[in-house]
């Protein structure tokens, strides 16, 4: 079992929501809105699935996070 991830926006710190979940049933979550408490910054941050990945994956980046601007670029081995 994985707990389901977040990275603080305040301290770019990733962050657990404290929910444990397994890759299958994960695929399959609704894009819901939830919030989680940051321990960091200790705010509450807003999330959807698209914001969140599991402790035991490695994260993809945006092409923002790449230092891309065009949608579609980047991805999780982005040589940037």
């Given at each position: ?5 977040i990275r603080c926006p ?71």
């Amino acid at each position: 079992m994985s707990e389901i991830m977040i990275r603080c926006p305040e301290s770019g710190s990733e962050i657990s929501t404290g929910i444990d979940c397994d890759s299958a049933t994960f695929r399959f979550l609704p894009f819901l809105v939830s919030h989680a408490h940051c321990p960091i910054c200790g705010k509450a941050h807003i999330w959807s699935k698209s914001d969140a990945w599991l402790s035991d994956a490695v994260p993809v980046l945006s092409p923002k996070e790449c230092g891309h601007s065009e949608p579609g670029a980047g991805g999780r081995d982005c040589p940037q």
